[in-house]
């Protein structure tokens, strides 16, 4: 198990989905997909973003929300979700090593159950009249200031 993990929700945009995995492959951050994703995982949108990095990451499949849950809850890690709902900014946020960090849907984010199960949810500043970052902009955005934070190189 690594520091952290990205826990992806439904991901439904295949660039984005094997953008944010070959972030991690360079972080040594694991990874985790809760599925149905949009798109079939070998689709090849998604294995031209990810590249060759896709053999240098850890990459658990869930199923669905519940067995995401089922997996999580033993080992009792904080879930972290990264949303433009929270008013907490993540840079105003203390990580702990085997936090989950976990981003929705390109088009729709996350159900209101997933925001009761998280921990902890934070957010991105952007300017006025701008909706939200990129999410795979966003995941390394916050990756790199929760590795900083538990110390990683």
Known sequence: MSLLTLA???PDIPQNCGTMLRTCACLG???AIIEPAGFPVSDRHFRRSG???LDHVAIARHVSWAAFEAWRGPARR???LL????ERSYTDFTFESGDILLVGRESMGVPEEVHQAADAAVSIAVRPGLRSL????SAAMVMGEALRQI???
């Open 151 to 153: 110390g990683a190189r």
């Open 83 to 86: 949303t433009t709902r929270a």
């Open 8 to 10: 992806l929700f439904q």
């Open 78 to 80: 904080r879930l972290v």
């Open 51 to 53: 590249m060759d990095y």
């Open 134 to 137: 990129n999410v795979a902009v």
């Open 29 to 31: 951050v694991d990874a």
